[in-house]
């Protein structure tokens, strides 16, 4: 005996909720990729938060070959990114100067480090014979 159940209908596809999925999966991948940034970026950059000038003048082929040093608000010293010492920075700065006394130096020096620190490097870059010296600032 056959039990009748209605009549066949075709299967259907729900598009309304087929594109409520999607568009949250959209939404969802967007919000999650805008948080992402490069990690090899941020070990690069150094801690220091440059002081901005009034008056900087853009110069790109003022120091192209500029040797970095960093200073940070606690009054670490970064010689091209990488952590040094005093005496470290100071070994460095008599070779440069045995190999080329007119090299161009660039300080990084953070907003909020002391003046003392800036001068002490100051001391150390024209106790060697540096005359090209620079500061780096934001525009």
């Known amino acids: 005996m056959r039990i009748e159940l209605g009549a ?8 309304i909720a087929l594109i409520d999925c999607i568009f949250f999966l ?15 970026e941020q070990q690069m950059e150094l801690p220091v938060v440059l002081p901005a000038a009034q008056m900087s003048l853009d110069r790109a082929s003022a120091a192209p070959a500029a040797l970095a040093i960093g200073v940070d608000k606690e009054g670490k010293l970064y010689l ?6 005093v005496q470290q920075l100071h070994d460095r700065l008599k070779a440069q100067a045995a190999a080329d006394p007119a090299r161009p130096i660039r300080i990084d020096g953070d907003e909020m480090a002391r003046y ?6 100051l001391d150390l870059c024209q106790f060697e014979g540096f005359t090209r010296i620079a500061m780096h600032t934001r525009q």
């Open 8 to 15: 066949d209908e075709p299967p259907e596809i729900g598009l």
């Open 26 to 40: 959209l939404m969802f991948f967007m919000i999650a990729t805008s948080f992402k940034q490069p990690e090899a």
């Open 80 to 85: 091209d990114g990488k952590n040094v010492t």
């Open 116 to 121: 003392q620190d800036i001068v002490h490097v």
